[in-house]
């Protein structure tokens, strides 16, 4: 299986800053990526699609990039309401398999 | 709007059966994929198990082949998953999705239901 290292696992921001967290898969992936945002004790929020393609009604300070091995999704200008975990996931191929998370705290 | 709505969970004693449901509204139901998602306590996502728009095909984690089923029934719109013999580790939040379809991703998540696995 294809495997998928997140990183950094944990990401300390202050409000107005530019943030960006890594995913690398272990196979070319093409840009079969997605990624997510999650609050404790909520369903995770479908961010962006095919690596970089923002989903409908997400901010546009959210965005994504890469393609084969490695992606980033970057928020820009972080805002209050951004501080979460994030998650990458890859649907290139059965079984599908996400990135361990990265937890976005307020510095 | 679309609505995926989780139910079946609850506390459980290691080694008996569960079945998970998600009732969908709001969609076109045989137009998308669904999926299983869980999230053990403090812990990320794991994927579970697909199946697809017919219902015929289906994929699984390794983790849970051969223990998990995931079936759906398009004239109830509903998405289930048996687990049998279940385990500690099964403990987790389930949820359902449905597919992005064409795109790719999971577009709409359930609220997700509870299943605890304890003696």
């Known amino acids: 299986d294809t495997q998928m290292t997140q990183s950094p696992s944990t990401l300390s921001a202050s409000v107005g800053d530019r943030v960006t967290i890594t995913c690398r898969t272990s196979q070319d992936i093409d840009i079969w990526l997605a990624w997510y945002q999650q609050k404790p004790g909520k369903a995770p929020k479908f961010l962006i699609y095919k690596a970089s393609t923002l989903q409908s009604g997400v901010p546009s300070r959210f965005s994504g990039s890469g393609s084969g091995t490695e992606f980033t999704l970057t928020i820009s200008n972080v805002q209050p309401d951004d501080f979460a975990t994030y998650y990458c996931?890859?649907?290139?191929?059965?079984?599908?398999?996400f990135g361990q998370g990265t937890k976005l705290e307020i510095k | 709007q679309v609505n995926l709505v989780e139910s079946g969970g609850g506390v459980v004693q290691p080694g008996t059966s569960l079945r998970l449901s998600c009732a969908a509204s709001g969609l076109t139901f045989t137009s998308h994929a669904m999926h299983w998602v869980r999230q053990a306590p403090g812990k990320g996502l794991e994927w579970v198990a697909v199946v697809l728009k017919d219902g015929t095909n289906k994929f699984y984690a390794d983790s849970v082949k051969g223990r998990l089923t995931i079936s759906r029934d398009n004239s109830k719109n509903t998405l289930y998953l048996q687990i049998d013999s279940l385990r500690i580790d099964d403990t987790a939040v389930y949820y359902c999705?449905?597919?992005?379809?064409?795109?790719?991703?999971?577009?709409?998540w359930g609220q997700g239901t509870l299943v605890t696995v304890s003696s």
């Open positions: 996931h890859r649907y290139n191929r059965y079984p599908y398999s």
């Open positions: 999705a449905r597919d992005n379809t064409g795109d790719g991703g999971f577009d709409y």
